[in-house]
């Protein structure tokens, strides 16, 4: 079992619509969870953090996290064609030694079509 | 990128020969990631450092692959005998201590290594 799946995309919606990105983890340790994004040929930019279950809303990204089922998603309201890029899901070290230690998905391309 | 610098941006060996990868942290930033993205693979943690120290490596190859952040410059990516399998992108991250725990890592745009 890989440690962290993502679905597999490429995922494509059309402008203006939602779009759904799953990841599960195996890591029943992790308390931390991290969505970065990566537009083609650039580097990854954090653009969401969640610690706890539940719903966490910024602007038009909402994380979810459920930690007895391992699953963390984010969903993207009011999808923009520049929204398109790579979005990786990195759960934390649950050790906690090497805070900046993360374990990438291999990440689901997002493609928003106007 | 928050000011993660890292040069070359783009590098092309030989097969046998040494590459050299340079990361310089945000100005106050004293922890230093490696990380690598293969061709059609996720980034993978390669090796954690503070000034003067490894620690955390268990990311890194056992041969050939080496990293350092002296107490002054840079660090450093050393990757002995390249063989085509370390055509990657290598990213550099930093963080500062104070957030070290939330996982907000800044990226430097990455040194592409090319071996043929």
């Known amino acids: 079992q890989k440690e962290v799946e993502q679905n597999s995309g490429p995922l494509s919606v059309p402008e203006g619509a939602i779009a759904s990105l799953n990841c599960t983890y195996s890591?029943?340790?992790?308390?931390?969870f991290f969505w970065y994004r990566q537009y083609s040929g650039k580097s990854p930019e954090l653009i969401m953090s969640i610690y706890s279950n539940g719903d966490k809303e910024d602007g038009r990204f909402t994380a979810q996290l459920n930690k007895a089922s391992q699953y963390v998603s984010l969903l993207i309201r009011d999808s923009q064609p520049s929204d398109s890029a790579t979005y990786l899901c990195?759960?934390?070290?649950?050790?906690?030694?090497?805070?900046?230690?993360?374990?990438f998905g291999q990440g689901t391309i997002l493609t928003v079509h106007p | 990128n928050a000011g993660v610098m890292q040069n070359p941006r783009h590098l092309v060996r030989r097969r046998g020969q040494e590459a050299r990868l340079r990361c310089s942290p945000v100005k106050g930033h004293s922890h230093v990631y490696w990380y690598r993205q293969l061709p059609e693979e996720g980034l993978k943690f390669m090796v954690y450092l503070q000034k003067e120290n490894i620690i955390d490596e268990s990311g890194m190859p056992k041969e050939r692959f080496s990293a350092e952040f002296p107490k002054e410059g840079p660090s450093i990516l050393r990757i002995q005998q390249v063989v085509r399998g370390d055509s990657a992108a290598y990213f550099c991250a930093s963080t500062t201590t104070r957030v070290a725990n939330t996982g907000e890592l800044f990226f430097g745009e990455g040194s592409r290594l090319t071996v043929l």
């Open positions: 890591d029943r340790g992790s308390q931390s």
């Open positions: 990195a759960p934390g070290d649950a050790g906690g030694t090497s805070y900046g230690k993360l374990t």
